[in-house]
């Protein structure tokens, strides 16, 4: 039986497989393509930085709020991200991969059933990993539109739960 933590890292890693999936063969004009122009909340957000956004967030809460790292995140340049290529951010993915693979690794049951600070909240350990995976979630949906609206209704192919899921449950 897989564990509870392998569980909830097979669930990222599917996700951020799904986000290098969609931009690998990008160029750059569509990697910073934004659907709607403007500024803060009246923009529409790039591939680029989403994808950035969500390697920002998913350090910050493993990293720094779990695994209790020192703040290193700067959320604002995440939005202000232009990409040259896929790979540059594939690179992000796969470094916050690995620091996410470290972390879980180092993790127990007292672990899990921990609470941690996170901005003067008191947040639970599991929140925290599922905060991740639904935020990661939603802004996959929205790459996938953004992917969408800039090819002009192509669609990159989204595999359904039952060929995400390993073979072997």
Same mark, same amino acid.
């Given at each position: 039986m897989i564990s509870e933590l392998d569980n909830y890292l097979e669930r990222i890693e599917d996700l951020r497989s799904q986000i290098s999936g969609l931009i690998a063969e990008l160029?750059?004009?569509?990697?910073?393509w934004r659907p709607i122009e403007g500024k803060n909340d009246h923009a529409a957000n790039s591939l680029a930085v989403l994808?950035?956004? !969500?390697?920002?967030? =998913?350090h910050f809460w493993i990293a720094e709020v779990i695994a209790g790292r020192p703040e290193t995140r700067d959320r604002e340049a995440e939005f202000a991200t232009v990409a040259t290529t896929a790979a540059?951010? !594939?690179?992000?993915? =796969?470094q916050i991969a690995l620091e996410t693979r470290n972390v879980f690794s180092t993790l127990s049951e007292t672990d899990l059933n921990g609470i941690r600070q996170a901005r003067g909240r008191t947040v639970p350990v599991?929140?925290?990993i599922l905060q991740v995976i639904d935020h990661t979630s939603l802004h996959l949906g929205h790459m996938q539109i953004t992917y969408q609206l800039?090819?002009?209704g192509k669609a990159v192919h989204s595999p359904l739960w039952t060929e995400r899921l390993p073979k072997n449950r």
């Open positions: 160029p750059a004009e569509a990697l910073n994808a950035t956004h !969500i390697a920002g967030a =998913e540059e951010i !594939i690179q992000l993915l =796969e599991r929140w925290s800039w090819s002009g």
